[in-house]
């Protein structure tokens, strides 16, 4: 069986061979598709991954799309991408990461940062990489977990991922809704590297920003303001320990049997809760900054509204709880809510 690390360290800098072939994309659902996204005023670039299909050209981190006519519609040299949609002769330049893909495709034409495994987003495999063929290929097939969220869950998502060369070739959201997938492939033909980039007339952000009324600098008081103290002061960030009151307002969920409780902590400063130790998961999990801890008979978690504890308040608070109590563990702490208990 095919190791999760193997698999990563094949596709993580790309395809090792130049590969082609068309890609089409899917969607199996009438349902309406939303899309959100924030810019500083330049006119966005969408990775033009679309029906009929496309032709995607890959080598290592660098793509070009082109239509099945032919016309070329994006180009990219694993650093810099170039939007040919809307003016094939001055195309819309910025940098890759800024590319936007509301659809399914970007695995297929874009290698993410290395950095980017070691998130929380698609980047951690739910299952074991299990071998299957495409396309006449050995492949590697897995299913990667989304970022846990409760507003806002996304599904999974599973890459086939071809073997030999690490090019990624087919992606598919766990719910069955949409994805994309070559139709056809070809490997090794030698492909000239002018392919991936552009040496002529662009239309950068900046410009970008300009022509739509946009560029200049900052134009509310609020933003001339923190320009202001950023240049004339600092534009690091500031931060300082502070002394918080975190005496409990209110306890409840008392379990007297068991010792278990929750509590709100301070004027509205964060929350305390305590179960019998266990090697369970514990669901209370949450979005803001949180501290899990286990004693000899108890674990506890903790959560702070407004700042974070380094190290020595974290200690103050755990002997101030449980003085005379070491901590000897950490509890598993899943996602519960936007309340935690």
Known sequence: MTEWVQMLVTMADGPRQPVHGVVVPYRNSDEPFHYYYGSYGEEPVFLPVRLPGVHLYRWGRRSRIESLDGQVMFVSDGTTAWDFTADPDH???????????????????????VEHWVGNHHSRPTGPVTDVEFLGR????????????????KPSLRLVVDAETGAVLAQHSGNGVDGASYSDLTVGERLDPSLFTWDGPVITDAESRTLAGRGGPPTTPRQESIRWFRDEITAEPIGVPLLTDLTPRF????????????????????????????????????????IGWSTEYFDWACQIHRGTLDAAGIESLQQQLHPGQPVVGTPELVFAGTDGY
């Open 91 to 113: 195309p819309r330049c910025t940098e890759l990461r800024q590319v936007h893909s509301p659809g399914a495709g970007r695995c297929l034409a874009i290698t993410p940062q």
């Open 138 to 153: 050995r492949c590697w097939s897995v299913d990667l977990a989304p970022r846990e969220s409760r507003n806002l869950p």
């Open 251 to 290: 306890v409840h969920s008392i379990e007297p049997e068991s010792g278990a409780f929750a509590a709100e902590l301070g004027d509205n400063a964060g929350w305390i809760t305590r179960r019998p130790r266990s090697n369970q998961p514990w669901k209370t999990k949450t979005y803001g900054y949180q």
